[in-house]
Nanobody, 125 residues
Framework: QAQLVESGGGSVQAGGSLRLSCAAS?????????MGWLRQAPGKKREGVAS???????SYADSVKGRFTISQDRARKTLYLQMNSLKPEDAAMYYC??????????????????WGQGTQVTVSS
């Protein structure tokens, strides 16, 4: 059974940092898949934040470029999102997701087949 479990969310002040982690299990093995972080704030649509494919190619939303870094440890089946210089507008529920198959990184929520339950990020000004 596929399972994605996020951790690392919390409350920080603007300008602070958080590191999100996502432990994956049961995801169908594929030479072509990618992982992503997506978020949803209250009253807003879910949006892609960052994505990384099997070859390490990444894609970021313009709003987080230069501040967030996505990485993965495929041996440990763990995905990370380092978030620096956080802003109040970054506050949202953050979801880890897997795109299988996924031949390139994607920021489109509908491209993802598997989702975690989310971890809350709160940023105070």
């Amino acid at each position: 059974q596929a399972q994605l479990v996020e951790s690392g969310g919390g409350s920080v002040q603007a300008g602070g940092s958080l590191r999100l982690s996502c432990a994956a299990s049961g995801i169908p093995l594929s030479a072509n898949n990618c992982m992503g972080w997506l978020r949803q704030a209250p009253g807003k649509k879910r949006e892609g934040v960052a994505s990384i494919d099997n070859g390490g190619r990444t894609s970021y939303a313009d709003s987080v470029k230069g501040r967030f870094t996505i990485s993965q440890d495929r041996a440990r089946k763990t995905l990370y999102l380092q978030m620096n210089s956080l802003k109040p507008e970054d506050a949202a529920m953050y979801y880890c997701a897997a795109r299988v198959p996924g031949y390139s990184p994607s920021l489109i929520p509908s491209d993802y087949s598997y989702w975690g339950q989310g971890t809350q990020v709160t940023v105070s000004s």
